[in-house]
């Protein structure tokens, strides 16, 4: 029998025995009461009291399970006590999870065409230096540099309006690239794309009863449409219905799902599909044009297609003969524009020849325009995105007692015993409710953990608990089963039974961290994410001593699982994202960093992870190197007592009489290692010792600490506890000094590049003569990197016409090698003594020339940037990052951390960008940071950037240069 006609019976079906959850677990009930006391218990009738009570514990336990089968929804919504948000422990909504900001040139694109008004398309360019160039030798170039081509809806006639509208469109590009820009990437230049004029001579045939005009301007429409698409953006419900009648991206070839729907950055205006985005036409093929036409309803035939380019210069050319058009202005988009005239537009109807109405085509032309520009903007985004399900309050932590439930004559509910019993009925009522009083309060905990569902789950609190206890609703009315003497208050009562409740509920919830790190663990697994606690408690071990708080780290390292997956939305969104370092006025910019680094501190358990001065941590901390009278340097920790700071004036030996050791502590070391030292040392308390020691008659004790297999004198205190007390505050300030000096620094190195609109950018290579000598030559004088390139196009790209040539220089001669325009491009950096030494070289490159070897004798071809007469080699700046850390922490000073941390750098970063990692000293780091935080300050047209750029493209060097000489 079908469902529907089960339902129509017209009757209630009675259930099946047992097939019910009440009935089951009465049933259940009774069978173990059968087998555990069968021969002493044999009536199971509902009269009976032991049957009364397995019925009420049966029926309640089935209301518990009612309330679990809720909807999910509903249950958080209680548990949080208001409406659901995407990021709610660790959910998110796809369009905050799914989505990214933009990565590729596609990204980009649709970033564009969406955030900024009159765009039409746009396309993405990497800058190159040199296209054509020899084939042994490639110059590098600056990798990550791009140069972003716009076409405009519309232009206005008006030179001063266009202009204006030029400029708006250049500066809001601009800023969106920069906000939105990856890791090592940056913007070189905005170019507004012109329209090339194109004409078309056609001849149709068309079927009866058709509109000419109508069929040609649906034509004009296609053919622009083909030369330069306009882009549809599409609501979620039009993606997921595409999805349904073409499961297949015809692009990808993969199945379109909600994850390939929203990957991509979010878009204010709906969803722009991959196949939307057609490459920049240059080349015009008349065959794909007439194929077009051909497929326009109501066009029986193409008697006759010719298209002709006129150019900006006014001249023209066609496409006669089936021949493709190849626009030589790579800064222009072809447009097909109506004529003013119809002498070389005709149909043909049934054998007549007619000329359109020119007028009439352009007013078709724009309703179609008109129409179809009203679909590229889709709905709302409130439309655009899939919203959390609303859920309903349940009122899951009400209990009602299992009391309540028993028939009157029990005397155990609200009306309690008739008042003229035997002592003994009341006793058996006190006796009863004591019996059911653990079940009920398990089952109101049991509601409680349900209610509470969204706390175990938050991983915005810091909260560390697993299980919940609630206690009993009605608990005052049985506080005749609690109280401890006749004279207990109710109120004393009370709070004393939550003390017990919460004794009780610690004990069961002993191993709350083990089971919150697995429920952490379980949420980062469903982003492919992994943490790492034990290593992180080792490392702090190892770090702070064997005598560090467990405990405490272990909350710790829970609550940066929990930081993580708070911030997950952002740092995924992000992860390829830079910093907006054009916003020198944003106080911002100098505390944010990268979500990536945002993302490796989390991974770490590096607490402070804003971009801050650590000098000034040190400064603030209350620990100061100071020059002693010896040979030493002297470290000295500086706490608190009561309050005041102590501090010790003077630069005094450790070994001088006239030293008070008890004001403070004072390590011996010298300048280059005492910070590395004491901070790996010194927040160790198993590495300090406390002996009695008599001066004079006066006993004291001294606190040693183990140096170099010595022990140190480093504070007296009058008493051990003193002594204790003091070792316990040092090591607590040395480890906080360790945590807090925890820094990162990232450093893009193409942020470093001089400005690229100026004079900074050179090239040299070399030339190998036939008889194997080799002549080197460097550019003529430095351009911008656009007129760089271009010059470096001159040389490979007109190898006929190079002219070879010598100057006077001084009392030598050097080679000129230029174009036979007289353009200089480079000269030889050898200079030659006499007249015949620079006239064989330049016989030998001219041979070179003429037997077209030139390209082929090229070496060691290389770009430049340069700052004043320092120059930098651009290999420097393609896709490379440095990330500097202070050395001295005591966590950064072990290998394991080390290796851990660029380890996950490497995991995390984008896998085409070189990382760098540099562990710097505070002497050196002193000088980066500084210089580091002016460069920030500066804006990009102040001259001041340029040498802070070289000075920390300098230290940057000098870094590497020492990390390769110690780990060799």
């Keep these: 029998m079908s469902e529907t006609a089960s339902k129509n019976r017209g009757y209630i079906q009675k259930k099946d025995k047992g097939s019910g959850m009440y009935e089951n677990l009465h049933l259940q009930g009774v069978k173990l009461l059968q087998d555990l006391s069968g021969a002493n218990w044999t009536d199971y009738n509902e009269h009976d009291p032991g049957v009364t009570i397995l019925e009420n514990i049966a029926f309640t336990l089935t209301s518990l399970a009612y309330k679990t089968e809720f909807p999910i929804e509903d249950i958080l919504t209680e548990s949080k006590g208001s409406e659901l948000a995407s990021g709610d422990n660790g959910f998110f909504i796809p369009s905050e999870i799914l989505t990214t900001s933009p990565v590729t040139s596609l990204d980009y694109r649709k970033l564009f065409i969406d955030g900024i008004s009159n765009i039409k398309n746009v396309w993405i360019v990497p800058v190159e230096d040199s296209e054509k160039n020899t084939e042994a030798n490639k110059p590098s170039g600056i990798k990550g540099l791009y140069e972003i081509q716009v076409q405009l809806h519309e232009m206005d006639d008006d030179a001063s309006k266009k202009e204006e509208e030029i400029k708006r469109v250049k500066a809001a590009v601009l800023e969106l690239f920069r906000k939105n820009r990856n890791l090592c990437e940056e913007l070189a230049e905005v170019t507004i794309l012109e329209d090339v004029n194109l004409q078309m001579e056609l001849n149709l045939t068309l079927e009866s009863h058709t509109s000419g005009e109508e069929v040609l301007a649906r034509i004009f429409y296609k053919i622009n449409d083909h030369l330069s698409h306009e882009v549809k953006f599409y609501s979620l419900w039009e993606y997921e219905e595409e999805n349904e009648k073409a499961n297949k991206d015809s692009a990808t070839g993969k199945e379109r799902t909600i994850n390939t729907i929203f990957n991509g950055p979010v878009l204010k205006n709906g969803f722009i599909p991959d196949h939307q985005l057609s490459e920049r036409t240059k080349v015009i093929d008349p065959v794909q044009i007439m194929n077009l ?8 035939s193409v008697d006759k297609l010719k298209i002709v380019v006129i150019d900006s210069e006014g001249k023209t050319y066609d496409s006669a003969q089936g021949k493709s058009l190849i626009l030589d202005n790579t800064k222009q988009v072809p447009v097909l524009k109506v004529p003013e005239t119809s002498e070389k537009l005709i149909y043909t109807i049934d054998g007549i020849e007619f000329r359109p109405n020119i007028h009439l085509i352009e007013y078709n032309l724009s309703y179609i325009t008109a129409k179809e520009y009203g679909s590229f903007k889709a709905v709302s985004q409130q439309m655009n995105t899939i919203e959390i399900p609303e859920g309903t309050p349940r009122n899951l932590s009400d209990f009602f007692p299992m009391r309540e439930q028993f028939p009157g004559t029990y005397g155990i509910g609200e009306y ?21 009083l653990p079940m009920e309060q398990c089952m109101q905990n049991f509601l409680a953990q349900l209610t509470n569902l969204y706390s175990l789950y938050d991983v915005e609190s810091e909260e560390a608990r697993s299980y919940f206890y609630k206690p009993l609703a009605d608990m005052m009315e049985l506080s005749e089963l609690i109280h401890t003497h006749e004279s207990s208050d109710m109120k004393e009562m009370e709070e004393k039974w939550e003390s017990i409740l919460q004794s009780l509920n610690d004990k069961q919830d002993c191993k709350h961290l083990d089971r919150m790190h697995r429920l952490t663990n379980h949420l980062l697994m469903r982003f492919g994410e992994s ?50 370092y054009s916003e020198t006025n944003n106080p911002s910019v100098f505390k944010t960093q990268p979500a990536l680094i945002e993302k490796l501190a989390i991974l770490m358990g590096i607490e402070n992870r804003e971009l801050r001065l650590v000098s000034e941590v040190i400064k603030d901390s209350g620990v100061r190197v100071v020059r002693s009278d010896t040979e030493f340097e002297t470290f000295q920790v500086v706490y608190e007592e009561e309050g005041e700071e102590i501090d010790i004036e003077g630069t005094v030996s450790i070994e001088s009489p006239k030293d008070d050791l008890a004001l403070g502590f004072r390590f011996p070391g010298n300048t280059e290692t005492i910070f590395d030292d004491i901070l790996r040392n010194g927040a160790k308390k198993e590495n300090y010792q406390i002996k009695e020691v008599f001066r004079g008659n006066t006993k004291l004790y001294e606190v040693q600490f183990a140096k170099e297999n010595k022990q140190v004198v480093v504070h007296r205190a009058n008493t051990r506890k003193d002594a204790i007390k003091a070792v316990e505050r040092a090591t607590v300030k040395l480890q906080k000094l360790g945590t807090d000096s925890e820094a990162l620094f990232l450093v893009e190195h193409l942020q470093l590049l001089p400005p690229l609109e100026e004079k900074n950018f050179g090239f040299s290579f070399s030339i190998r003569l036939e008889r194997g000598k080799t002549i080197s030559f460097e550019q003529a004088t430095t351009e911008t990197l656009v007129n760089r390139n271009k010059n470096l196009n001159l040389i490979f790209e007109n190898e006929t016409q190079l002219k070879v040539d010598h ?82 922490p005591a966590r950064f000073q072990l290998s394991s951390f080390r290796s851990k941390f660029e380890g996950i750098l490497l995991e995390n970063s984008p896998a085409h960008i070189v990382s760098h990692c540099f562990w710097v000293d505070y002497p050196r780091l002193y000088q980066f940071e500084h210089t580091y935080f002016d460069w920030l300050k500066c804006g990009a047209s102040n001259p001041e950037k340029s040498k802070l750029s070289f000075t920390l493209i300098r230290l940057l060097k000098e870094f590497r240069q020492s990390k390769t000489l110690r780990s060799s």
């Design 293 to 300: 036409i051909g497929k326009e309803p109501g066009v029986i």
């Design 807 to 888: 100057i006077q220089k001084g009392d030598a001669y050097i080679i000129r090698l230029g174009l036979e325009s007289n353009k200089t491009l480079a000269y030889s950096t050898m200079e030659f003594a006499d007249m015949d030494s620079v006239i064989c070289e330049i016989e030998a490159l001219r041979n070179l020339i003429d037997c077209g070897y030139f390209n082929l004798s090229v070496r060691k071809l290389k770009n430049f940037a340069y700052y004043g007469k320092n120059k930098v080699d651009e290999d420097f700046y393609s896709f490379q990052m440095s990330l500097v850390l202070p050395s001295w």
């Design 531 to 580: 943490f790492y606690p034990k290593m992180l408690k080792n490392i702090n071990i190892n770090a702070f001593g064997k005598e560090a708080d467990n405990s405490r780290a272990d909350l710790q390292l829970l609550n940066y699982k929990k930081k993580l997956l708070a911030n997950y939305g952002s740092l995924s969104y992000n992860r390829f994202r830079g910093i907006n």
């Design 416 to 436: 309690g015993l008739a008042s003229n019993l035997p002592p003994q009925r009341y006793a058996q009522a006190k006796q009863l409710k004591a019996f059911l």
